[in-house]
């Protein structure tokens, strides 16, 4: 059973950073997606990066450049590093996962819909 449980959110001015992590339990089994998502008050909710079994990155345009996602594989563990944050990305955000294979992470990511965190809240003033 996969359990994703974030960490890392706060209050940070306009052009400061935050780092998010997500301690994933009982990965997936095989091939997997694991990814973030953000979900503003009065909004859908939006991916805002992904990254495959394999280490390849995929982010929104939205934040490119700005943001960052990684794990630890020894640790069990997805991060976000947020840098130059913008007001707009005021949201909660939650991490996410789902059995997936390379083609299914590139291109759909943003469907990610199987497990999910509780959200951590992040506010950018």
């Known amino acids: 059973h996969v359990q994703l449980v974030e960490s890392g959110g706060g209050s940070v001015q306009a052009g400061g950073s935050l780092s998010l992590s997500c301690a994933v339990s009982?990965?997936?089994?095989?091939?997997?997606?694991v990814g973030w998502f953000r979900q503003a008050p009065g909004k859908e909710r939006e991916g805002v990066a992904a990254?495959?079994?394999?280490?390849?990155?995929r982010y929104a345009d939205s934040v490119k450049g700005r943001f960052t996602i990684s794990k630890d594989n020894f640790k069990n563990t997805l991060y976000l590093q947020m840098n130059s944050l913008k007001p707009e990305d005021t949201a909660m955000y939650y991490c996410?996962?789902?059995?997936?294979?390379?083609?299914?992470?590139?291109?759909?990511?943003?469907?990610?819909?199987?497990?999910w965190g509780q959200g951590t809240q992040v506010t950018v003033s």
């Open positions: 009982g990965y997936p089994y095989g091939y997997y997606c």
């Open positions: 990254i495959d079994s394999d280490a390849r990155t």
């Open positions: 996410a996962a789902r059995e997936s294979n390379a083609a299914w992470c590139k291109f759909l990511w943003r469907k990610m819909d199987k497990y």
